[in-house]
């Protein structure tokens, strides 16, 4: 249930939907948040594409990471490294997952704003393309991960068979690039204070309370 009491955080999160430290960055933000007096806050999400030439099929994870960093063995260390901060916050990275485009994944979240239900459709989304080897531009499948966020099957599905969030879509991912954002997770709170990348607790903790008291 949405909190009735008035925020006194706005978090901004910019992230894409394959990308493996915005999981782990949310994680430390809902930890860090746990930890303030006052943890109420509001959270958004704003679209970004890592690759926004990628294709619309997808491909197995490993074949295109090895094809953009040209060693499996490094992107294997990468991946374990990973996999063990995930476990110290409770997730379970599999690297199983189908990797192409995400548009698709960021229009089902824009249906999710509309229902007030991002945070859990976002969380649903990356837990099925990072820990249950998903496929991120499956309609099927980001339509379970959405039921599972709080959507409805039906309007989910017509939704995605629609082309409907496109333009949305679109427009926050033009945004993130005329501000510079090069990289993500990018957080932004109460449009002053920013964290880039998962950055260790501390600073979470750090950047939210100078933000409280500002």
Not at 25 to 39: C, H, I, N, V
Not at 67 to 95: A, C, H, P, W, Y
Request: with cysteine.
């Amino acid at each position: 249930m949405p909190s009735t009491t008035p925020a006194s955080l706005k978090i901004n999160i910019i992230s894409d939907t394959v990308c493996p430290f915005c999981y782990l960055g949310y994680a430390r933000l809902l930890q860090a948040l746990k930890t303030l007096d006052s943890p109420a806050a509001s959270i958004s999400w704003q679209a970004y594409h890592l690759n926004p030439h990628a294709s619309t099929q997808s491909e197995p994870a490993m074949d295109i990471l090895v094809r953009k960093f040209g060693d499996e063995n490094r992107v294997r260390m990468v991946q374990d490294r990973i996999k063990t901060m995930g476990q110290e916050l409770g997730l379970n990275f599999s690297f199983e997952g189908r990797m192409g485009h995400t548009r698709d994944s960021h229009r089902v979240i824009q249906l999710a704003k509309q229902k007030n239900v991002e945070n859990e459709v976002m969380s649903e989304i990356m837990k099925m393309y990072f820990e249950e080897g998903g496929d991120i531009t499956s309609a099927e499948d980001l339509t379970r991960a959405a039921v599972q966020g709080g959507l409805d099957k039906e309007e989910t599905r017509t939704w995605l068979s629609e082309g409907k969030g496109a333009a949305e879509v679109d427009r926050e991912v033009e945004d993130a690039y005329e501000r510079g954002v090069r990289g993500v997770p990018h957080f932004v709170i109460n449009d002053k204070w920013e964290i880039n990348g998962a950055q260790d607790l501390s600073v979470f903790v750090d950047t939210l309370k100078k933000a409280q008291s500002s």
